[in-house]
């Protein structure tokens, strides 16, 4: 309730005797307004207004005067005039939202083009923008033609009305400028000159770009197409179920990319008939990329299979598989990289100084230690089948590593055959390949004695007659000391014929290791007694390129600086 209890009225302010405002909140439903019976009305000072009004106008619209306690200028300027009275209305109580479900209540806004609003006492409907008329009855909202109110609309061109809008354009030759036509200042021709030209630019600009994302996109698509077609798939489900290999196993050909600077011919440090042999930098360490040539289609699950035992084989004599990416046509295989060049290379030198024979037992000895282990020790047995002195790598400290697993196969316990498929390299076959003649209708001829019989025959032959000075290497002849019988004993023993007449690496290895710890060979690369030539022979040996008659082999350059590290 609000009262008015003043008696000094003043201009502005109607809030006392005589007359009495008040401001209603938004969203009052109801007003009750009467006048109190103590004020008497019939007073002489009263006499001459002596009508009571009670009203509701706008705020904005009503601004008091003491004129009107005294005279008739307050109904002249309200009753007898017309002034903005503000009363807000509204369909039930309910919002719009509410209106549209409500089942009792039939929905107010019928007509198309109209729009319901929410107000604090309900909802009210009107027509949507561009329309006019009573949004309560159907189709009560019809479409304004802008073109006929220029006031309201202005338009200096042309006019055209659509539903809800209209258009203004210019004549041809003309364009807007400011709400005005203007006379266009160039020939019409220009525009469609300069939007071809426009067009050409953007082409021309834009089409590298987008040939270089289509090209992008493409080899992306490739990617995925050679990983599936290299059993990629298979290959992550070997991983997931072995834990042992290696979360990294998968490298991207991105990877090996930035790690070769694009398989640079200038990063080439080896090769043969199979592939080619690259250097590169891989998280910080410089590995041996295997690139190999096309291979055989049906060939691809047992290299995945082949790849997924070999990342398992941890031995200090073999060359340790990084991993492998099967993002190209041929899978790449990464390897650790082993400095100091084949044991090819150690041997077959100019000059008359090769490998000590102490060294060349060790590594015999490590040779056997890493097959024995490939054979007995392995999860699954792993036969290599291409053991010569090209695929045995040598690092600084001259130790050896067993290398090129490109002919291996790995064959479960349960079987006792090797394969059916006859793989390696001519002179260091199994003898019983020699002897079924497999490969050829030929018998080898790496070597060939006077009197004609090749390396293995010739030398069993010496042995049986004593003569081994005839073919042993003149500097093994100087430097052994008693023990070379033992070793020529146990090279022929593992040239024997037939397979079961053979020792086996285990063997080979605890025979070679009692001829060690009896004879006291301490490994070492440096051996008191040699000059400085001899020095000179053994650096310049160590980067010596293997000759054609290796194949599928690792050789490698001289280390490099690292100049740039690629973080994967």
Not at 237 to 264: C, P, V, Y
Not at 328 to 349: A, D, K, Q
Request: glycine share 6%; aromatic share 8%; proline share 4%.
């Amino acid at each position: 309730m609000s009262t008015c209890n003043g008696i000094s009225p003043k201009n502005g302010s109607c809030s006392g005797a005589g007359c009495c405002q008040m401001n209603l909140p938004r969203g009052v439903r109801n007003h009750q307004g009467y006048f109190n019976p103590l004020y008497n009305t019939t007073d002489r000072k009263w006499r001459a207004t002596p009508c009571n009004y009670i009203g509701v106008i706008a705020n904005e619209a009503f601004n008091f005067s003491t004129t009107y306690l005294s005279s008739t200028a307050f109904y002249n300027a309200t009753v007898g005039s017309e002034k903005t009275i503000v009363m807000e209305w509204a369909i039930t109580r309910n919002t719009c939202q509410e209106a549209i479900v409500d089942k009792n209540t039939p929905y107010a806004c019928v007509s198309n083009h109209s729009h319901c609003i929410t107000n604090d006492a309900g909802y009210a409907c009107k027509c949507s923008i561009g329309y006019e008329g009573n949004p309560y009855i159907v189709n009560g909202c019809t479409d304004i033609d802008e073109c006929l109110d220029n006031v309201t609309y202005p338009c200096a061109g042309i006019c055209k009305n659509t539903l809800g809008s209209f258009t203004c354009s210019c004549p041809r030759g003309k364009s807007m400028k400011i709400g005005v036509c203007v006379k266009d200042h160039m020939p019409i021709w220009i525009v469609p000159v300069v939007g071809t030209s426009l067009l050409l630019l953007a082409l021309c600009l834009g089409g590298p770009f987008i040939m270089r994302k289509i090209k992008l996109q493409k080899v992306k698509k490739m990617k995925q197409k050679f990983f599936i077609q290299n059993r990629g798939l298979l290959f992550q489900q070997l991983i997931s179920h072995n834990s042992d290999i290696g979360e990294r196993m998968i490298i991207t050909l991105r990877e090996l990319e930035k790690a070769t600077n694009n398989f640079d011919r200038a990063r080439v440090v080896g090769g043969g008939g199979h592939g080619d042999v690259f250097k590169g930098i891989l998280d910080l360490h410089v590995v041996a990329i295997k690139k190999s040539k096309i291979v055989v289609q049906r060939e691809i699950d047992e290299f995945i299979n082949e790849v997924a035992v070999l990342s398992q084989v941890n031995h200090r004599n073999v060359v340790k598989l990084l991993g492998c990416c099967l993002e190209t046509e041929v899978p790449l295989l990464v390897y650790e990289f082993i400095s100091n060049g084949t044991l090819y290379n150690h041997l077959h030198v100019d000059g008359s100084i090769s490998l000590l024979w102490v060294d060349r037992i060790r590594i015999a000895l490590e040779v056997a230690r890493a097959l024995s282990y490939l054979h007995s020790a392995a999860s699954m047995p792993i036969f290599h089948r291409d053991i010569k002195s090209s695929n045995i790598l040598l690092d600084d400290s001259l130790t050896s590593k067993v290398s090129d697993f490109g002919a291996s196969r790995y064959i479960p316990i349960d079987q006792t055959g090797v394969t059916t498929v006859v793989q390696g390299t001519l002179g260091y076959l199994d003898p019983m390949y020699h002897y079924t003649e497999l490969l050829t209708r030929k018998k080898p001829s790496i070597y060939r004695s006077n009197d004609g019989d090749n390396l293995v025959s010739h030398f069993e032959k010496m042995l049986a007659t004593s003569n081994l000075f005839d073919i042993i290497d003149p500097q093994v002849m100087k430097e052994e000391d008693g023990d070379l019988q033992e070793v020529a004993t146990l090279a022929a023993k593992c040239t024997k014929l037939r397979g079961e007449d053979r020792p086996t690496m285990r063997e080979v290895e605890m025979e070679l290791e009692n001829l060690v710890v009896k004879k006291k060979l301490v490994p070492s690369i440096t051996t008191p007694g040699r000059n400085d030539k001899d020095e000179d022979q053994v650096q310049y040996m160590s980067v010596q390129p293997a000759t054609n008659e290796s194949s599928k082999q690792y050789t490698t350059e001289e280390e490099i600086l690292l100049s740039a590290s690629y973080p994967r």
